[in-house]
């Protein structure tokens, strides 16, 4: 049971969904340059709240649930309306950033509900990294639909990753 609601732990989580709604709103503006880099901290601040968790024992179900909700705006949503700007806001990269939100929730419930130690699916995090290097390497249109298919099955498999920390 964890003992705080209001942590440390959780005010990096609640940090990082800021940053990702701040990435939002710099998609919104087509300024892709200044989303991947929050999209970039909220990625620094996902790796820290989980260390943090552990560290001074406030991990548990409450902060689980509120690292799940950032990382859907951050790495999730974000993520997606990137896909879609790289595709030329057409019907395909529609898909793409829908498939791409799908398999980002679908990931994060069934990893809150199970109850193994391994990652089950590639991370949402490494979705946000996908885009967010697709757009650095300049890549754009059909490319960014097929890697939006791609990272979608990727985090909705049942391949096993084992959790190092």
Known sequence: MEKR???LANSLSLSGASFGLLAIIEL???NLLAASLLILLAVLLDF???KVARKTGTAG????NIDSLS???SFGVAPALMAWQLTANDLLGLVGAL???SAGIFRLARY???KIKDYLGMPIPFNALIFVAA???GLEGFAVFLLAIMSALLMASTFKIKKRF
């Open 99 to 101: 498939l791409i939100l």
């Open 135 to 137: 757009y650095l390497s």
């Open 112 to 114: 809150n509900t199970l």
């Open 61 to 64: 179900d409450f902060g689980k």
């Open 28 to 30: 919104y503006f087509s």
């Open 48 to 50: 820290l709240d989980g």
């Open 71 to 73: 990382d859907i705006v």
């Open 5 to 7: 609601y209001l942590s």
